[in-house]
């Protein structure tokens, strides 16, 4: 089913395009670009009420600059649909996140009007930047570079760094900030209560239009009205919002706040901000989901609803007969609120995911023992540390993917002082449709080479109850528990905690011909191809590992002993991950066995379902029964 695009939106191949419209017909643009926004989620699924919170910010940027020349940075990328849209995708737009189809965030192969590619929060300012020196450098003097980034995600570090460059670069680039008070969950902290404070002075705001107004009108003044105008309203921000302006501290011209949705403000702004040489910032107040009602009520549940019927709003639930398995996720959220229930030591961190890592759950029960710090990884991590620091046992909980922001943090201040830190890492291993910037590939390899780590990884919600409980028992260090987007196996999960040993792993169940060795819930894929091959005359032994780091030697010698043939099987990078700790002790124990391993390769994965990127990567159940097929020289007879 295609979307059929608005009269005016059916025109726009690209900016071009765009820009040979009457500057009268953009309100029209707006409308269509946010009902075909509307209509293609709703049938196919994505991201949603960022996308259309930033339909005219879009609109305005690309009639206004000449993009591609001029050089478009979006932030994170949740917001760049309309942007697709425009710049040559929209008759394409339907295949968005879809297996082959394009990518749900700007990307630089995809399209020259993509000029950096992006998934993660914050990168925007810095990219922009280095763009803008680049172009002074080669002396392109007419070139434009624009960052667009979320009033979130100026709460990272790497924002405010950038900014700190840009204020002394005196090159050529505009910040937009998108005010809306969300990123995925609530904005929180001291700079959001900061920018709600400039957005809600009336009296500032009514001052400064006056003041800009009246005085440009004063001939007296000639063509120094502006100029005195200008210093007016720096003075006005400096009084009336009792702090001198941060963005004006930092050496970055500040104007604002406007509304985001005037799109004939906004086209006359930016034409203005065009001709005004150095770093800028303007502040933009928006509504996340603007256009849709229900999305603008309840922007949580509307950041990327799934699919759903545009007119009663009913979000598509797929209803089951038989109870089914929870997500990890939930069963984390569940269980930490348990555990901390007995044990008072226990503390929550995350770092603006609060409801993608269920940390929401203990947040509402415990507001004083459960952390949101903002979209700050590194942050997290040492906050976690220095809870630690205090006997206390806190649980960071941080997308796999998003970890590797604060991998600096992990090794000196958890790991060098063996500071009891739990890191539960979601989505790790390969995430589905977010693609390749949220796959969590690397945290096996990167987390195993670490002294005094702890890594581990549960094949069930089980399991991950009692991971959770053996790490928060005295006498731990840094400890590491890995789970993936999504379901589990097991529709009854509350069982009894128990002690898991550290480094044990288990026998799934036992076999002759050929030892098939997991880690984490990529093992169910295991469980399924031994049931296959059993019609097959093949009798695989499976091993659900447990921890990549410490190795369970007695069971691996055990292994060693009786096996030449093992197939590893991992939902992480090949290279230094769980394989390959299997392959070093092999080595160093002087065993001589064939091995394959199964795992990421070494090559980025594109966006797609979990199971059809399994399958592409060799290592769902198809892959694991072909893996032993070959590895015991059995065809398979059709």
């Known amino acids: 089913m295609l979307i059929k695009?608005?009269?005016?939106?059916?025109?726009i191949d690209s900016p071009e395009d765009l820009r040979k419209l009457d500057e009268t017909q953009l309100y029209q643009v707006c409308t269509e670009l946010r009902q075909f926004i509307v209509d293609n989620v709703?049938?196919?699924?994505?991201?949603f009420a960022a996308g259309l919170g930033v339909v005219e910010l879009t609109v305005a940027l690309h009639y206004v600059f000449n993009t591609p020349k001029d050089q478009l940075v979006w932030d994170v990328g949740h917001q760049a649909y309309g942007h697709k849209i425009l710049t040559g995708r929209r008759d394409v737009f339907h295949t968005n996140r879809?297996?082959?189809?394009?990518?749900?965030?700007?990307?630089?192969?995809?399209?020259?009007?993509d000029s950096f590619g992006v998934g993660h929060s914050s990168t925007s300012i810095s990219a922009a930047l280095g763009m803008?020196?680049?172009?002074?450098?080669?002396?392109?003097?007419?070139?434009?570079?624009?960052?667009?980034?979320?009033?979130g995600a100026l709460t990272a570090g790497l924002a405010f760094e950038a900014m700190n460059h840009a204020g002394v670069s005196n090159s050529n680039l505009l910040i937009v900030l998108n005010d809306n008070c969300m990123a995925i969950d609530p904005n929180v902290g001291a700079l959001k209560d900061y920018l709600t404070d400039i957005t809600t002075s009336q009296t500032y705001n009514k001052l400064r239009d006056e003041a800009w107004h009246i005085l440009g009108k004063i001939s007296k003044f000639g063509p120094n009205a502006q100029t005195i105008a200008s210093k007016i309203e720096t003075a006005l921000k400096s009084s009336l919002?009792?702090?001198?302006?941060?963005?004006?501290?930092?050496?970055?011209?500040?104007?604002?706040?406007?509304?985001?949705?005037?799109?004939?403000?906004?086209?006359?702004?930016?034409?203005?901000?065009?001709n005004i040489p150095g770093p800028k910032i303007l502040h933009c107040v928006t509504t996340k989901g603007k256009g849709f009602p229900l999305a603008e009520k309840d922007q949580v549940k509307w950041h990327a609803p799934g699919k759903f019927d545009k007119l009663t709003g009913e979000i598509s639930i797929k209803h089951y007969d038989t109870p089914q398995a929870p997500k990890f996720q939930d069963v984390f959220g569940h269980t930490i609120v348990e555990l901390a229930e007995k044990n008072s030591k226990i503390m929550g961190i995350t770092p603006a995911m609060p409801s993608g890592s269920s940390l929401n759950i203990m947040m509402d029960k415990m507001p004083d023992r459960a952390f949101d710090v903002g979209i700050a990884?590194?942050?997290?991590?040492?906050?976690?540390a220095g809870l630690a620091t205090q006997g206390l046992i806190p649980f960071c909980n941080i997308y796999s993917s998003f970890m590797q922001r604060a991998y600096?943090?992990?090794?000196?201040?958890?790991?060098l002082q063996n500071l009891p830190v739990v890191f539960c890492l979601d989505r790790a291993g390969l995430a589905g449709a977010d693609g390749p910037t949220h796959h969590g590939a690397y945290d096996i390899a990167f987390m195993r080479c670490i002294p005094n780590m702890v890594v581990s990884s549960p094949m069930n919600e089980s399991e991950l109850r009692n991971l959770m409980y053996t790490a928060q028992l005295d006498g731990n260090g840094p400890f590491t528990i890995r789970y993936p987007r999504g379901q589990g196996v097991m529709p009854e999960w509350r069982l009894p905690f128990e002690k898991i040993e550290i480094g044990k792993g288990r026998t799934v169940r036992e076999g002759e011909d050929i030892a098939i060795l997991t880690f984490g819930p990529i093992g169910n894929n295991a469980v399924d191809a031994c049931n296959i091959l059993d019609h097959e005359e093949l009798t695989p032994a499976?091993?659900?590992?447990?921890?990549?780091?410490?190795?369970?030697?007695?069971?691996?010698?055990?292994?060693f002993k009786k096996f030449k043939k093992v197939i590893t099987v991992e939902d992480g990078c090949l290279q230094g991950g769980f394989g390959s700790a299997v392959l070093e002790f092999m080595a160093d124990n002087n065993y001589s066995a064939k091995i394959v391993r199964l795992g990421i390769p070494d090559k980025i994965i594109e966006h797609g379902e979990q199971p059809q990127l399994y399958k592409e990567c060799g290592y769902g159940t198809e892959g694991i029964v072909e893996a032993v097929r070959s590895l015991t020289s059995i065809v398979h007879q059709e």
């Open 5 to 11: 695009p608005g009269k005016l939106l059916g025109q």
């Open 42 to 47: 709703s049938v196919y699924g994505g991201h």
């Open 98 to 113: 879809l297996y082959k189809g394009i990518s749900g965030f700007p990307k630089r192969s995809e399209s020259p009007y």
């Open 132 to 151: 803008a020196v680049g172009s002074k450098y080669k002396q392109e003097s007419d070139k434009q570079h624009i960052a667009v980034i979320g009033d």
């Open 241 to 274: 919002l009792k702090n001198s302006n941060l963005f004006e501290s930092l050496k970055i011209r500040y104007f604002g706040p406007v509304d985001g949705h005037d799109i004939d403000h906004l086209v006359n702004i930016f034409n203005d901000l065009k």
């Open 377 to 384: 990884e590194q942050h997290a991590v040492t906050f976690s």
């Open 408 to 415: 600096d943090s992990v090794i000196h201040d958890v790991c």
């Open 542 to 559: 499976h091993y659900d590992m447990r921890f990549a780091k410490p190795l369970d030697e007695e069971l691996l010698h055990k292994i």
